[in-house]
C-alpha cells in the first residue's frame, strides 16, 4: 500500500469529514464495559462510606459536648450552709423548657442570680456556689441557684441559645417576688449567657459579675475539641460543626449572637474576671470585649496572671470576694443615686 492509500484509509474523503473510508472502529468489550461499571460502584460506595463516616464523626463529637456529664445534686443550702431557702420552678421565657432551682432570701429587695457553667449545675463545686451564696447572704443579698435545662437529661446545651431564655424567666421569677434590683453573677458558659441574655432584658438586669466568660460559637469549639484532638484540621471542621449543631438540639451554633454580644454597648456596670492562664477562653477575647465596654460607670476587668479557666475563686478567695461584694455595694449605690434623680425630675 502507497502513502497516500494509507492516509485514504484513515483520514476523511472529503474535507467537511463527512465520510470516513475504511476507519477501523474501536467498540469496547463486555469485560471492559463491566470492569468500569464496577470501578464507578466502588467509588460511590467508598465515597458514601468516608462521608457516612466523616457525619458519624463529627455528630458523635456534637453529641460529646451538647449532652456533657452532669453531677447530680448532692446538698441544699440548709445542709450545706446552714441558709433557709424555698424550691422553685419556673418556665423559660419562651415557654420551651422549665427549670427549677432554691431561692435564699435576705434582708433586702436586691437579688444576686447564679448562672453556672457548662457541664455543671446549681452546685458547682469547682467554684463552689455555695460558699458564694454565704456571703451574698451574709451581706443581705437574696439569692438564686437554678439548673439550666440541659442538666436534664431529656435536654442539651444550646450554647446560650436556650439557656439566656432559661436566665429570662430566673429574672421574671425574682421580679414577681418582688425583688428591685437584680445582678447576675455567671461563670464560663454561664457568663457568656448572662451577655446574651442582656441583649434583651438589659432594662432589668444592674450589674453582672462575669467569671472566665465564654461564648460557644464555631470557632470557640473548634478550638476547645482541637487541645484534645490536636491533629483536627480547621476544616472540614467548623463546617461540619455548623451544619450537624442541629441535629440533637434544633439550634445551630451560627445562631449564637456573638458578633452582636461583641459589639454591643451595655448599659450596666461590668465585672469581668479572667485568668491570663485561661486556655478555653483566652484572655484576649475578654481584653478585647472590656475595650468596648470600659467608658460605662463601674465597669472594670481584674486579669489574673496565675488565673485558670473557673479555678481563680479557689485560689484568690479573700480578694475575689471582696472586689465582688465592692462592685456589688458600688452597683447597688449607683443604682439607687440614679433611680432617686428620676424621681426628682418628674
Excluded: C
Aim: hydrophobic content about 40%; overall charge neutral; proline content about 6%.
Amino acid at each position: 500500500m502507497s502513502t497516500t492509500e494509507a492516509s485514504l484509509a484513515i483520514f476523511p474523503t472529503s474535507l467537511d469529514g463527512s465520510a470516513f473510508i475504511n476507519a477501523p472502529v474501536l467498540r469496547p468489550t463486555r469485560s471492559l464495559i463491566r470492569r468500569m461499571k464496577l470501578i464507578l460502584i466502588l467509588l460511590l460506595v467508598g465515597t458514601i462510606l468516608a462521608a457516612s463516616a466523616l457525619v458519624g464523626f463529627y455528630a458523635y463529637i456534637l453529641y460529646r459536648l451538647q449532652k456533657p456529664p452532669v453531677p447530680n445534686l448532692g446538698s441544699n443550702p440548709w445542709k450545706a450552709i446552714g441558709l433557709t431557702y424555698s424550691d422553685v420552678e419556673f418556665p423559660s421565657a419562651n415557654g420551651k423548657t422549665r427549670v427549677d432551682g432554691w431561692y435564699i432570701p435576705g434582708a433586702s429587695r436586691n437579688t444576686v442570680i447564679l448562672s453556672h457553667g457548662y457541664g455543671g449545675n446549681r452546685e458547682e463545686p469547682w467554684i463552689p456556689l455555695y460558699q458564694i451564696a454565704k456571703v451574698l447572704h451574709n451581706n443581705r443579698f437574696n439569692v438564686l441557684m437554678f439548673d439550666y435545662s440541659f442538666v436534664r437529661p431529656e435536654h442539651y446545651v444550646t450554647g446560650g441559645i436556650q439557656e439566656s431564655s432559661e436566665l429570662r424567666g430566673a429574672i421574671s421569677l425574682v421580679k414577681e417576688l418582688g425583688d428591685e434590683q437584680i445582678y447576675i453573677w455567671g461563670f464560663s458558659m454561664g457568663a457568656g449567657t448572662a451577655l446574651q441574655t442582656a441583649l434583651v432584658d438589659s432594662h432589668d438586669i444592674n450589674g453582672m459579675i462575669l467569671d472566665s466568660t465564654f461564648i460557644m460559637d464555631s470557632d470557640a469549639v473548634y478550638q476547645n475539641v482541637k487541645q484534645k484532638l490536636n491533629r483536627l484540621p480547621r476544616f472540614p471542621s467548623v463546617f461540619m460543626l455548623n451544619l450537624l449543631s442541629p441535629i440533637y438540639t434544633g439550634y445551630s451554633i451560627k445562631q449564637v449572637p456573638i458578633n452582636q454580644v461583641k459589639s454591643t454597648k451595655y448599659q450596666m456596670p461590668l465585672f469581668l474576671v479572667h485568668g491570663e492562664q485561661d486556655k478555653v477562653a483566652p484572655i484576649a477575647s475578654v481584653v478585647s470585649f472590656y475595650e468596648e465596654q470600659k467608658d460605662y460607670p463601674g465597669t472594670e476587668l481584674w486579669m489574673i496572671p496565675d488565673g485558670q479557666h473557673e479555678f481563680i475563686y479557689k485560689y484568690h478567695q479573700e480578694e475575689y470576694m471582696k472586689r465582688a461584694i465592692k462592685f456589688l455595694y458600688d452597683s447597688v449605690h449607683q443604682a439607687n443615686l440614679s433611680k432617686s434623680q428620676k424621681l426628682l425630675s418628674v
